[in-house]
């Protein structure tokens, strides 16, 4: 069992940057491939991105490619998603995932979820 926990989070203008940290505790961090989910007011949660394992391989879905950056450090059990050139459609819960395969990219194939963290961006 692995708990995650979410945070930084918060009101950015567009344009603006964020950086999410997701702090695991419980089983080895590094067995689990970690990713990223939103959720936004009314529509489905969908992926973000997702890294490997070790840190050596990450899925990014297209409408962020070039602006996020999903990186971890397995010495201090979190992962982060870097955002940078955020628009308003970026709004939305985001939410860390934890699989027991080395990397995933769909919703089903997360094992552990955290509680979330509200990212709105501002025009």
């Known amino acids: 069992q692995v708990q995650l926990v979410e945070s930084g989070g918060g009101l950015v203008q567009a344009g603006g940057s964020l950086r999410l940290s997701c702090a695991a505790s419980?089983?080895?961090?590094?067995?689990?491939?970690m990713g990223w989910f939103r959720q936004a007011p009314g529509k489905e949660r969908d992926f973000v991105a997702a890294?490997?394992?070790?840190?050596?391989?990450?899925y990014y879905v297209d409408p962020v490619k070039g602006r996020f950056t999903i990186s971890r450090d397995n010495a201090k059990n979190t992962v982060y998603l870097h955002m940078n050139s955020l628009e308003p459609e970026d709004t939305a819960v985001y939410y860390c995932a934890a699989t027991v395969l080395r990397i995933a990219s769909t919703r089903a194939q997360y094992n552990h979820w955290g509680q979330g963290t509200q990212v709105t961006v501002s025009l």
């Open positions: 419980g089983r080895t961090f590094s067995a689990y491939g």
């Open positions: 890294i490997s394992r070790s840190g050596n391989s990450a």
